[in-house]
């Protein structure tokens, strides 16, 4: 088997015969603190570390020998959230803009083209929020306490939800007038202040950094 560890190729003294014992014993010797493992793409194919436990267990039983290639890439937690934050940023650009367009289609009750609008706006929501929990989790953050710009993470969570249950429900029940006004008046200024508050995200990770 050939071990590539960030595209370089390894050799070690590994003792054991499954993929779970090969990847608990870089965990240990490998990956230093401060840094995690991100990826494991196995013979070409990227293995989910998030997967459920049943699934894990049955790609950590795989035998080392049945193994052609293993590529492992180790990250830092301040190149984990450099591209989260960069990834929120870009996808904010579109965001905001695509928010202020289904706003002005659905009060002028242009419902076929809003609506294709509306759909992306919540998968835009539903990643963005992915994105946020992973800077979060990275960072370590107190979410019911640490506040930012005078509202903790927990309470614009909870913001969020309790906005996005009031879009879907107006949507279906096709109160065009209130999903524009919810739009334009809630979910716009709340995405315009989270653009504001990357920054804060990037100054936690600085004083963590040094």
Known sequence: MKLFINSVEKAMDFHGNTLGELLDQ???NTVLPGTYMSAVILDGT???LQIEESKAQEFRAVLVNDIEKLEIEIVSVQEIVNKNLENAEQYLEKLIPGIE?????FQMEDETEANQFFLNIIDGIDWLSQVLDGVVTALSIDIEN???KGKTIQERQTQLIDLTQQLVEANKNKDWVLVADLLEYEILP???EW???IP???KMMEDLVN
């Open 101 to 105: 367009k289904a706003a002005e289609l």
């Open 200 to 202: 804060e995200f990037r």
């Open 190 to 192: 709340f995405y315009r």
């Open 46 to 48: 990227p293995i989910d």
């Open 195 to 197: 653009s504001e508050l």
């Open 26 to 28: 870089i965990q240990k």
């Open 146 to 148: 640490t506040k930012i």
